[in-house]
C-alpha cells in the first residue's frame, strides 16, 4: 500500500465549491510559554510550568501537489489487455498521475513546501519544526528534510527539528502526530510545524500498476487551527506482516500481496475503530453521555485509498463493526441510514467530525479524527484553508492526459534512469506546472541538484 | 557519520563503576490525565484540560547491545599496511565491533528491546509507543518497529505508536525527542515509551574503514525519571549537505567526504551551543540570574562520536566558543580550568547537568541537556538505572577478539550476501552473545526469518 492517506471525493467536492483565495496567516505565538520555567546553575533545579496545552492544536494550511500528467485507466486496460472495467469498476480507479524522469521525491516536496510558505505569506523562520514522512527512499541515509533546508537558507533560520519518518503509507500520519505532540510539549518554542507527506509509487507491469500515484502534501500545524485533533482518542494497531515492502533497495517497485495487504487492511480497520470507540466512549461516560459510538458520529470519513473500490468497502465494514458491537441491534434501520451522515454539503462541514483512517503496510495504522471549528464566516481559518483548496478541480483539469504507451516508456525510462550517476534527466521540461521543482542533474557522486520551473 | 550519540569514557568509567542488579520498574500511571476532557455527541464540543506535564521526563532505564566480536586497531593499522598510529593516536580508536553475517538492524534491535523489557521486568502491554531512529535501511518501506511487534505478540498488545526516523545518526536523538514530546502531549496514554537506536556502520576498504562500528541502545522513557529531558532548551541546527549519505541503495556503504563532514560537524556543534546558551540564559534571567552559560554548567558532556579523537576537538571548541562569546574573558584561567568539570566520580553523577551533542550528517543536529536526579541512594530511580548498566565493561571484556584478515573476510561476506534472497547466513551461531536474536533465513520472497540464542 503506496499512498498517503487519501481523501475520499465527498471531502473534494466540498472543497471544490469554495473559490480561491490567498491570505497571510498570523504569526505564531513567539514567545513559547515552555520557556516560562525555574532554574538555576549552581545546582540544577525542576523546571515546573502549569500551563495547559495551547487551543485547538490541528491543521492550519493545507498544499496538495501532484503531477502534471496522467494516464486513463479505461485506455490503460485496452493496453494491458485486460477486460474491459477491471480497472476502473474492480478497482474503482479512473485516472492515475505519474511523475516523469525529471521528478523524485526531493523535487515534489520542494514544491509543495514551498507553495505552502509562499500562498500561506509565512516566513521562513516562522517554522520551528519540518518533518517528511515518505517511503520513496533515494538515500538511506540523508533525510528528505535535510534537502527541503535550502528553501530556509537566505532566512537564516536553520533551528528547524524534526526528519523523515517511514512505514509504508503511514510515515504522514506518525509525523502529523509527532508534530501535534510538539506543540502540546514543553519542546514547543511558539513557531509552526510543517508535515510533509509524499511518495512517488510505481509498479512493475503487472496487476499492481494501476494502483499507483504520486503526490505530496505539506500541512501547517499548530494552535486555533480550523481542523483540530481530537485529543486522547486515537486507535493504533501495529503487526508483523509482509504484505507490501520493498526489501529490492536498486528498485523503485515494491513487492506486494494483495490479497494479504486486504486482508491486513481489514483487520487494522477493525482492531483500530475498536479501539478508538473504547475510548471515545470512556470520554463521553465521564461527562454523562452513555451511548455507542457509531459511524453517524462521524459526519465525514477520509481513508487511507490502495485503490477506490477498497475505501467503499471500508464503510461498510465499519458498519458492520457498528452492528456487532451494538447490544440489541435494531435490524430494521436499513443498511444505508448510515451513509445519511455523508450526503453534507459545504456549509455542513463547520463543526462536524471527521474520521480518518491511516494504513501503511507492514504495518502501522491508526484511526483518528479532526473536529471542523463552528466558524466557517467569510474570513475564518476554516473559510481560508477551504478557499485555498478550491483550485484543486482547475488543477485536476490541467493536467496532460498521456497515452498508455507514452506512460510505459516513461516508467521504463525512470527504471533505466533512477540511480545513474553524472545523469541529467532527458525530455522537456514544459509540461511541469508552473513553480515546480525538477532534477536538473545527479553528479559523479550521486549529489541531486534542483532547479524551478518560473510561476 | 554513523554511530548514535556515544558516552565519552567518563562517563562509562562513573556506571562501571556501580555493581550489577536487577529490578522491576513500577506500573506507569496507566489512568491517563489526557482522557480527563469533556466530549459530547451532538455537537463536538472543544477538549479542554488544565493538567500540568508529568512530572520529570526522561530515561527511566537503558538497554546497549554490541556484537560479540570486534578487531583491534592496532592489528588493522599493519593489517592496512599505514603508519604505526594512524587509526589509534590519529582517530582515537581502539577497538572496533563489528557484526558477522548473521546480524542485520532487526535482529540488533529485537535483542536490545527484549533485553531491556525483560531485566526491566516490564509487560509488554505497559508499553505505548515504540520508535526506532536507524540509518541502517533493508527494506525502503517496512519499519524496524513493524518487525519488532513480533515481541508484543503474546501479549496482544498491537496498540503501540511510533515508526522508524531516519537522518544519518540524528535518527535515534529525534525518536528521544519525539517520545518526551508525546509523554508531555494529550496523546499520551499513561504507559512507556521506548526509542530505539540501532546502526551497523560498514566502509569499503580504504580511510573510512576504521571508523566503522554497530550496536544498539534501547532506553525507557516517562516521567518520574532519573534522568531528565531539561525542558525548552535543545538548539537544534539542520542543513543541506552531502558530507555523508548513502544514495548507492544495493551496497551497505556510504558516501563519505570525511574533511567537509568534520567542518560540518563543528560548524552544527558551534550553531547548537549558540541557540542553546541563548535559550538557558534567558530561562535564567527570568528567574534573576544574569551570567552567561560556559561549558562548566555542564558536569558531563556526551558526543556523537564518528571516531574519539574528534571528541576531544569537540570539548575544546565548545571553551573557544565561550571564550568568544564572553564580554570580558578571563584570560588568566588557564585552559584546563574548564575541564574541572569533568573530573567527577560516581557518586557527583546526583543533581549533575549532562550535556548531549547529536549530530547526523546531511545534516541534522541537536544539543540538549539531561539533569540528573538528586536521589542516588540505593533503590533509588539512579541507583537502579546505573546499577544496570554495570555490567558494561564485563560484557565488553567477554567479546571475542577477531585478527584482520578474518574481519575482512566477514566484511566481504556481508557484501556478497546481504541481500541474497533464498539464503541462509553462513558460519556459526555459537560466538553470539546469550540471547542474541539473529538472522536465520531469506526467502526467495526476501521475508526474512529471526531466531535466538538461548540464555
Redesign the interface.
Known sequence: MFRLFSQTRRCLQVKRALKRQEWPLRPAHLT?A????????A??E????????P??VGILALEVYFPSQYVEQVELEKYDGVEAGKYTLGLGQKQMGFCSAHEDINSLCLTVVQRLVERSRLSWDSIGRLEVGT?????????V??????LF?DSGN???????????C??GT?SL??S???V????W?GRYAVVVCGDIAVYATGNARPTGGAGAVAMLVGPEAPL?L???V?????????D???????SEY??VDGQLSIQCYFRALD?CYS?YRK??Q???Q??G?D?PFTLE?FQFMIFHTPFCKLVQKSVGRMMLNDFLAAPNPDTQSGLYKGLQAFRYSAQQLA???IGAFSY?????A?LFSM??SQDAAPGSPLDKLLSSLSDLQTRLDARKQVPPEEFAEIMKQREETH?LVNHTPQGSKDDLFPGTWYLERVDD???RQYARRPL
Chains 1, 2 share one sequence.
Do not use: C
Open positions: 513559547a515552555a520557556q516560562q520555567a525555574s532554574f538555576s546553575t545546582s540544577v525542576h523546571l515546573s510550568r502549569s500551563d495547559s496545552w487551543k485547538d517511503e520513496t527512499i533515494i538515500d538511506k541515509s540523508k533525510a528534510k535535510t534537502v527541503l533546508m535550502q537558507q536553520t533551528d528547524v527539528e524534526g526528519i523523515d519518518t517511514t512505514n509504508a503511514y510515515g506518525a502526530f509527532n501535534a505532540d510538539w502540546e510539549s514543553s519542546s518554542d483540530v481530537e485529543r486522547g486515537r486507535g493504533t494497531h501495529m503487526e508483523h506482516v509482509y507490501f515492502y520493498k526489501p529490492d533497495l536498486a515494491p513487492m482492531q479501539i475510548k471515545i470512556s470520554q463521553w465521564k461527562v453521555v451511548k458520529d463543526g462536524s467530525r501503511g503496510s507492514g504495518l502501522a491508526s473536529r471542523v540511480h557522486k550521486h549529489r
